[in-house]
């Protein structure tokens, strides 16, 4: 079974920083890109990043934390990561990690999500 | 960015009605469309992907339809378990986005 397991999240003060990590587990990690998406309470889906896969040399970011979220991945350890640098109160949320079923097409596996508190 | 509004907001249906919701791209997305189930507490399931197949395990009541910009995800008769929030993705440029989702609630 096909399986993503995300952790790192908490409460953090303003201009903190905090990673976030997925596990995968079932499938072949490496041959598949990962994206990052956010849910801020009571508001729908965000976007966040992309990483493709098995280099994972192309990445992508929503303009919301470009320069500040750094997407990148482990595959000998089939892991995902997102570090979060200079955290604002907008970016509190549910950060779920998910996976590409091919490039261009949807994400067919989704973790249960971590949540990020950013406040004072 | 391409922006996607999904019309209505909220759509109050019985068990059994026929749902129609509605996805349009402020630009062309090709057939490059996704739909995802997202019910409280839970992640989003992905139900669509390429405006119309069906993704694994997805039930045949479901049904995607449309291309450029314009494009409709169907429920043939809902069941007590689609009473959720239904979200559409575009997946031809950088950055992705969703729409803002679409409530189906229980009349």
């Known amino acids: 079974e096909m399986q993503l397991l995300e952790s790192g999240g908490g409460l953090i003060q303003p201009g903190g920083s905090l990673r976030l990590s997925c596990a995968a587990s079932g499938f072949t990690f490496s041959n598949y890109a990962m994206s990052w998406v956010r849910q801020a309470p009571g508001k729908g889906l965000e976007w966040v990043s992309i990483?493709?896969?098995?280099?994972?040399?192309?990445?992508f970011y929503a303009d919301s934390v470009k320069g500040r979220f750094t997407i990148s991945r482990d595959n000998s350890k089939n892991t995902l990561h997102l570090q979060m640098d200079s955290l604002r109160a907008e970016d509190t949320a549910v950060y779920y990690c998910?996976?590409?079923?091919?490039?261009?097409?949807?994400?067919?596996?989704w973790g249960q999500g971590t949540t990020v508190t950013v406040s004072s | 960015e391409i922006v996607l509004t999904q019309s209505p907001a909220t759509l109050s249906l019985s068990p059994g009605e026929r749902a129609t919701l509605s996805c349009r791209a402020s630009?062309?997305?090709?057939?490059?469309l996704a739909w995802y189930q997202q019910k409280p507490g839970q992640a989003p399931r992905l139900l669509i992907y390429?405006?119309?197949d069906r993704a694994t395990g997805i039930p045949a009541r479901f049904s995607g339809s449309g291309s450029g910009t314009d494009f409709t995800l169907t429920i043939s008769s809902l069941e007590p378990e689609d009473f959720a929030v239904y979200y559409c993705q575009q997946r031809i440029n950088w950055p992705l986005t969703f729409g803002g989702g679409t409530k189906v609630e229980i009349k």
């Open positions: 390429d405006a119309s």
């Open positions: 630009q062309s997305v090709s057939s490059y």
């Open positions: 998910a996976k590409d079923l091919s490039p261009g097409r949807g994400m067919d596996v």
């Open positions: 990483i493709g896969g098995h280099t994972g040399g192309s990445t």
